[in-house]
């Protein structure tokens, strides 16, 4: 990571009336939780997309999407949030405004601390069920570990309440992205590839609003032309930028 870049976005950060951050699987990397697109590690060079994580997967195959999400809950409740996540929650208390908007549905950030975390993608740890959206109790889901329970209220099937390719974002948490995305003075994009969309078009807005928009990532290609980029694992980077722009020591976090 080039020390002179780091020290300008500690700058920036010092200065922010408004600072807002766009985290995906990267952030949760360093937690042992899988990304989706990491050529040997993703998710998805195991697995289709299309087989687990649209509607017409479930329709086709319920129990084997079930069960996949189902681990995946285990893996992210034996999860421990990172020194990534801890800076992001401590960040609340050092900048006059922060907006935290998440792709991940692990919980890391809210286990860090982090309050009003945005959900753009829901949660691995709720339930609703397919037909109608009648939240399902976790209690019935976890006692079904293999297939997806019925909703007691109208008898369609449980599924996570996460947004699946082809899926409309929840609107209320669209819309506070767009708003953060708009009324920043700084954003971070940390840990995401940037492909999905509408997630990977917030960066933009910020910069046409006016917004310096910064991106950390160890992969060189995630690097978002004529923006400033911190090359590394998040996990690393932002204690190394706490510690320029407030002095605390990164083992802190
Ligand atoms: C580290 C690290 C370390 C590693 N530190 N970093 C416009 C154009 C084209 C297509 C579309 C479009 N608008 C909509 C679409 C369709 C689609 C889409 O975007 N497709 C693209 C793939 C082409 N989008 C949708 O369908 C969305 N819905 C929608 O737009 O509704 C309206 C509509 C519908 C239909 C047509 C048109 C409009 C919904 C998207 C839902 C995404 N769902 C998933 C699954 C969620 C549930 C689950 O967890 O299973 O969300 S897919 C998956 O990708 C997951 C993630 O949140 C999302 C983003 O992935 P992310 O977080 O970026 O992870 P990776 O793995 O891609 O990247 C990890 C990064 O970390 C890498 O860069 C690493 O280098 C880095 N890294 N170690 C920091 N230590």
């Not at 780091?6 to 807002?20: E, T």
């Not at 935290?100 to 339930?127: C, K, M, P, W, Y």
Request: hydrophobic share 45%; proline share 8%.
């Amino acid at each position: 990571m080039n020390d002179l870049e780091l020290q300008k976005v500690a700058k920036l950060i010092q200065s922010a009336n408004h600072v807002a951050v766009l985290t995906g699987a990267g952030i949760s990397a360093e937690s042992g939780m899988a990304t989706f697109r990491d050529p040997l590690t993703g998710m998805w060079a195991h697995f289709r997309p299309e087989d687990l994580a649209t509607p017409d997967a479930f329709r086709r195959n319920p129990a084997v999407v079930w069960n996949w999400y189902m681990q995946r809950r285990q893996s992210a409740i034996k999860a421990l949030p990172n020194p990534g996540h801890r800076v992001l929650a401590w960040l609340e208390t050092k900048v006059p405004r922060l907006s935290l908007i998440t792709q991940n549905v692990d919980n890391l950030h809210q286990s860090a601390g982090s309050s009003n975390v945005v959900e753009l993608h829901g949660s691995i740890h709720r339930f609703k069920c397919f037909e109608n959206h009648h939240a399902i109790p976790i209690e019935l889901a976890d006692a079904s570990p293999e297939e997806p329970p019925q909703c007691p209220s109208c008898k369609s099937l449980a599924r996570p309440d996460v947004v699946w390719f082809g899926e409309m974002l929840p609107e209320l948490a669209m819309n506070r992205a767009i708003g953060s995305a708009q009324t920043a003075d700084l954003f971070l994009v940390i840990g995401t590839s940037g492909v999905v969309q509408p997630a990977a078009s917030l960066g933009i807005t910020a910069k046409r609003n006016g917004s310096k928009v910064v991106v950390i990532n160890p992969d060189p290609n995630a690097a978002m032309a004529g923006e400033i980029f911190l090359q590394g694992p998040s996990g690393v980077v932002l204690p190394r930028l706490a510690e320029a722009a407030w002095g605390v020591d990164q083992s802190f976090f």
